[in-house]
T-cell receptor, first 114, second 110 residues
C-alpha cells in the first residue's frame, strides 16, 4: 500500500536559518510527489511537484525538494526562513495508475522565530 | 483563474440530520476528491470520482456517500450526521499534474 510519512510534526527555526521538512514515501512504482502549504485559515497551495523529470525541483517562495529514489525521500528545503513561511506543510504522493488519487502525509507545522 | 468553490465556509448541523456539502469546479477536470482534515491526521480521503457517475471509496468512506451527476459538481452527503463527523472538509479537483483545493467547509455537528 502506498503511504507518506512526514518525520516531524513540528519544526521550529529562526528567521534567516535553513528549513528542512522531511518526507518519506512508499509506492510500488514511480509516483508523482508534491508539497502543499496551508497558511492559517487559508486554502491549500501547491509549493512544488515532482513528475519524473529533474530530481531537484524548484518551487515558489524559494523552496525546493529533491527526489531520492534510493532513499524513498522527498525532503523540502529552503536556504533562509522568512516569518511568512510559518504554516503547515503537507507532503503528498499520487501513485501511478490510481486514478489521480492523492495521499497526504500528516503534516508538519513550521514555526519561524524572529 | 482556476476555481474550486465549496458552497459553505461554516456549517452547524444537528445529530441525525442529512447534510449536503457541495463543490463546483470550472476547469473541466475529470478527477474530483473529498477529504476531511483533522489536527495531527493530515487530510484523509473520503471519496473520489474520476468521471461523471463514477466514484471510488477512499480511506474513510463510512458514514458518507457522494454524487457526481455533472462533471463540474461533486457532492458529499452525510446520511445521518454524528458528532465525530465534526471536521474541516476539503474538496479538490485535479488535472494530470496538479490538484486545486477549495477553501474548505468547517462542519460542526451538535
Amino acid at each position: 500500500a502506498q503511504s507518506v510519512t512526514q518525520l516531524d510534526s513540528h519544526v521550529s527555526v529562526s528567521e534567516g536559518t535553513p528549513v528542512l521538512l522531511r518526507c518519506n514515501y512508499s509506492s510500488s512504482y514511480s509516483p508523482s510527489l508534491f508539497w502543499y502549504v496551508q497558511h492559517p485559515n487559508k486554502g491549500l497551495q501547491l509549493l512544488l511537484k515532482y513528475t519524473s523529470a529533474a530530481t531537484l525541483v524548484k518551487g515558489i517562495n524559494g523552496f525546493e525538494a529533491e527526489f531520492k529514489k534510493s532513499e524513498t525521500s522527498f525532503h523540502l528545503t529552503k536556504p533562509s526562513a522568512h516569518m511568512s513561511d510559518a504554516a503547515e506543510y503537507f507532503c503528498v504522493v499520487s501513485p501511478y495508475n490510481q486514478g489521480g488519487k492523492l495521499i497526504f502525509g500528516q503534516g508538519t507545522e513550521l514555526s519561524v522565530k524572529p | 483563474d482556476v476555481k474550486v468553490t465549496q458552497s459553505s465556509r461554516y456549517l452547524v448541523k444537528r445529530t441525525g440530520e442529512k447534510v449536503f456539502l457541495e463543490c463546483v469546479q470550472d476547469m473541466d477536470h475529470e478527477n474530483m476528491f473529498w477529504y476531511r482534515q483533522d489536527p495531527g491526521l493530515g487530510l484523509r480521503l473520503i471519496y473520489f470520482s474520476y468521471d461523471v457517475k463514477m466514484k471510488e471509496k477512499g480511506d474513510i468512506p463510512e458514514g458518507y456517500s457522494v454524487s457526481r451527476e455533472k462533471k463540474e459538481r461533486f457532492s458529499l452527503i452525510l446520511e445521518s450526521a454524528s458528532t465525530n463527523q465534526t471536521s474541516m472538509y476539503l474538496c479538490a479537483s485535479k488535472d494530470p499534474t496538479e490538484a486545486f483545493f477549495g477553501q474548505g467547509t468547517r462542519l460542526t455537528v451538535v
